[in-house]
Nanobody, 114 residues
């Protein structure tokens, strides 16, 4: 059974940092393109960043230069380092397999507020 479990969310002040983690199991993690997506209150899902099996990274314009996606295939874990956080980054963050009908985790809440 494919499982993706996010952690690391919380409340942070504007300008602060958080590091999200996603523990993967039930599939060959190292071979999959993985991504982070987010959903702000009252809005649809928004793609944030993706990383290939070889480490190639792409980012949404809204987070480029502030967020860094990475992976540790030895630990079957995906990460999202978020710096210079803004109130508009407030959302539930999900990790997911970057494929049609790919699995997605249950999400972790990130709230950026003073």
């Amino acid at each position: 059974e494919v499982q993706l479990v996010e952690s690391g969310g919380g409340l942070v002040q504007p300008g602060g940092s958080l590091r999200l983690s996603c523990a993967a199991s039930g599939f060959i993690f190292s071979t999959y393109v993985m991504k982070w997506v987010r959903q702000a209150p009252g809005k649809g899902l928004e793609w944030v960043a993706s990383i290939t099996s070889g480490g190639g990274r792409t980012y949404a314009d809204s987070v480029r230069g502030r967020f860094t996606i990475s992976r540790d295939s030895a630990k079957n874990t995906l990460y999202l380092q978020m710096d210079s956080l803004k109130p508009e980054d407030t959302a539930v963050y999900y990790c997911a397999q970057h494929s049609p009908n790919g699995a997605r985790g249950q999400g972790t809440q990130v709230t950026v507020s003073s």
